[in-house]
């Protein structure tokens, strides 16, 4: 499931434990707002998962680099990705 499908499925959730019937407009607006949030989460959680690897890895510092490295690359195609979806 895409990350804006899963929005959507949380914004029909929000909408329906309100008892509100939303307008186009509404909808959007609330899609989009979680969306947000949860890029933002996905993206401090790697930025902390890239961090901590490179702490406990510090004995091979080349592993802990590639490790990091990795997770910063995968960032940026997920940060690509998200954009070109807009």
């Known amino acids: ?3 804006n499908e899963h ?3 949380a914004t029909q959730d929000v ?6 019937i939303p307008d186009e407009k509404q909808v959007k607006e609330v ?3 979680i969306e947000k949030a949860v890029i933002g989460a996905v993206l ?3 930025s902390r998962c890239a961090t901590v690897a490179r ?3 510090s004995a091979d510092e080349d592993t802990a680099h590639k490790i990091e490295t ?3 690359r995968a960032n ?3 940060i690509a990705n998200l954009s070109s979806m807009r």
């Open 44 to 46: 401090e959680e790697a």
């Open 7 to 9: 929005a959507d499925k």
């Open 1 to 3: 499931m895409k990350l």
């Open 76 to 78: 940026d195609v997920l």
């Open 31 to 33: 899609s989009a707002a």
């Open 15 to 20: 909408f329906k434990a309100l008892g509100t």
């Open 55 to 57: 702490a406990h890895c």
């Open 70 to 72: 990795e997770i910063r």
